[in-house]
């Protein structure tokens, strides 16, 4: 009788490296167990049903405690960057929470992926705090393996969007000295490699390892070398010293989808060397034969991944901002006070998979449906007060997962065929969403159930025609005073944004309905 495979805890599985590492774990035979304070992001990843699910929250003893029973091999994916000014205080409590209760529910080892320290620098808050986590975990009596990674090269990255936009967008730019900062970047690929070779090193193993791929260079010689990979033009690059960090993330956050309060953090932790100084791994984890992946090939790899629309996960995954989803108004749980509802519903001339095609698509490259150069206006001025405004895209043009980015969206709610549910990410006197959803009420749905047709869509008696209520809602609570301004100044506007948005949604289900009709259908053969 085969002995049962070894149950590994992932957390941090809804972020940009633990969503990446489940499938590489089950692949290798292990059980796994998916941590996430919001376990419905998790549904509809291709693994979801191979694997356990635990809700918890690391600051959470009881929770975690529960979450890290029985588990042999737990990785500490979790961090706080980008979340504000007491971030490393969170991530050094988060930490000794995890190291004790791992300690405690008899973990055999803990796997953590951390940032590159040089010993001879003074390191940026975010390394700092980093090398902190990784100390407090060597520490806690459970063996564990800290990685000390520089800058990870794969398509979803923070640090690879931040240098593609970069690269791509400014032919020519004034940059401040950091691009000097000599870095040894690593492929997602190999850094995946090692975090599932880590789950099997000998028990009395307990110290950290520099990971880095095999070329060494500066961050401009990085961008060079990247627009040679995407066939661009070689860039006019001048460095400065006047551009300070806090500069250089503003400056960030208007070029690249990256947010300033994730940029800073970036930006600073750009200004210390990141090269490995040790290969020890090597000894407990063999290079591949053909050795470790080249830059110019991480770049290739995840230029492909971009370009096919393949990329599993991105650093919008997990929401950077720290805030747990607040309940929507309408639910058990909602607090009461005010709320504005602007609430739309008609009937469309097309089906419910058209409808819904149409809807799952909004966003990114299609756009809203409505007013685009408002929209951009709006994204900008977003953008220059911090938050996301429209850079962010989304992860797949036509799919959608609880957790992902939309624009200045986050995805709440995802039912197949029934209902998308937003929450906005943009900077607002208050909280926001938007509700797009397909069918109708229960009484209509009864009385069309009566009738034979489907709880989404009825018949036109007149035309004949096949119809489907489409059923817009955007509900706003607002905070304090500005709130209530802010709503009142911008509903003029609700008619040409909401109103227009609904009939355009409209169109495009038709009109994809129209097409599917008109391609022929194939013979089949004999």
């Not at 960057?81 to 405690?104: M, S, W």
């Amino acid at each position: 009788m085969h002995a049962e495979a070894p149950l590994c805890l992932v957390t941090g599985s809804t972020g940009y490296i633990g969503g990446r590492l489940v499938p590489e774990l089950l692949t290798a035979g292990y059980r796994v167990r998916a941590m996430a304070r919001t376990p419905s992001k998790l549904r509809g990843r291709d693994w979801f049903g191979q694997v356990e699910v635990a809700e918890a929250d690391a600051q959470d003893a009881e929770a975690l405690r529960t979450a890290l029973t029985g588990v042999d091999i737990a990785y500490y994916l979790l961090h706080s960057i980008g979340t504000g000014k007491g971030f490393a205080a969170t991530e050094l409590h988060t930490a000794q929470n995890f190291a004790d209760e791992a300690k405690r529910a008899g973990v055999q080892r803990i796997v953590y992926l951390g940032g590159l320290d040089p010993q001879a620098e003074r390191l940026s808050k975010h390394l700092a705090s980093r090398a902190e986590v990784g100390r407090v975990l060597l520490e806690s009596g459970v063996p564990t393996v800290v990685l000390r990674a520089g800058v990870v090269i794969g398509s979803g990255s923070a640090s690879f969007e931040m240098l593609r936009y970069l690269t791509e967008r400014l032919p020519v730019m004034v940059t401040p000295r950091w691009v000097n900062t000599r870095i040894q970047p690593i492929a997602v690929r190999d850094v995946l490699r090692y975090l599932v070779a880590c789950a099997a090193l000998p028990h009395d193993v307990n110290r950290g390892f520099d990971i880095g791929g095999p070329n060494t260079m500066t961050y401009l010689e990085m961008m060079q070398r990247f627009a040679a990979v995407s066939g661009l033009r070689r860039r006019r690059i001048l460095p400065v010293p006047v551009l300070s960090p806090s500069l250089s993330s503003h400056w960030v956050n208007v070029v690249t989808p990256v947010p300033r309060a994730l940029a800073r953090p970036l930006v600073e932790s750009l200004k210390n060397t990141a090269v490995a100084e040790e290969h020890d791994i090597a000894a407990y984890v063999p290079d591949p034969p053909g050795g470790l992946i080249s830059y110019e090939r991480a770049v290739e790899l995840a230029l492909t991944k971009i370009q096919t629309l393949d990329v599993p996960t991105t650093w919008s995954s997990a929401s950077t901002r720290g805030a747990p989803s607040e309940p929507l108004p309408s639910d058990p749980d909602w607090a009461g006070g005010s709320l504005y509802v602007d609430e739309r519903e008609q009937e469309v001339g097309a089906s419910p998979a058209a409808l819904w095609a149409v809807i799952e698509g909004i966003g990114g490259k299609r756009g809203w449906y409505s007013f685009p150069l408002g929209w951009r206006v709006r994204g900008w001025l977003d953008r220059l007060t911090g938050g996301p405004g429209l850079a962010r895209g989304r992860r797949d043009p036509d799919r959608l997962l609880p957790g992902d980015t939309l624009d200045w969206w986050r995805v709440e709610a995802v039912e197949p065929l029934k209902l998308l549910r937003l929450r906005a990410e943009m900077r607002l006197p208050g909280l926001a969403w938007l509700e797009l959803s397909v069918g109708s009420d229960d009484v209509h749905q009864q009385d069309e159930l009566s009738s034979g047709a489907s709880e989404s869509a009825h018949f036109d008696g007149a035309s004949g025609q096949e119809t489907t209520r489409l059923r817009q809602r955007a509900l706003f609570h607002p905070r304090g005073i500005a709130g209530h301004v802010y709503w009142w100044g911008v509903w003029p506007f609700h008619g040409i944004v909401f109103g227009s948005m609904q009939r355009n949604i409209a169109k495009a289900a038709q009109s994809l309905d129209a097409s599917r009709e008109s391609q022929p259908t194939p013979r089949r053969p004999g």
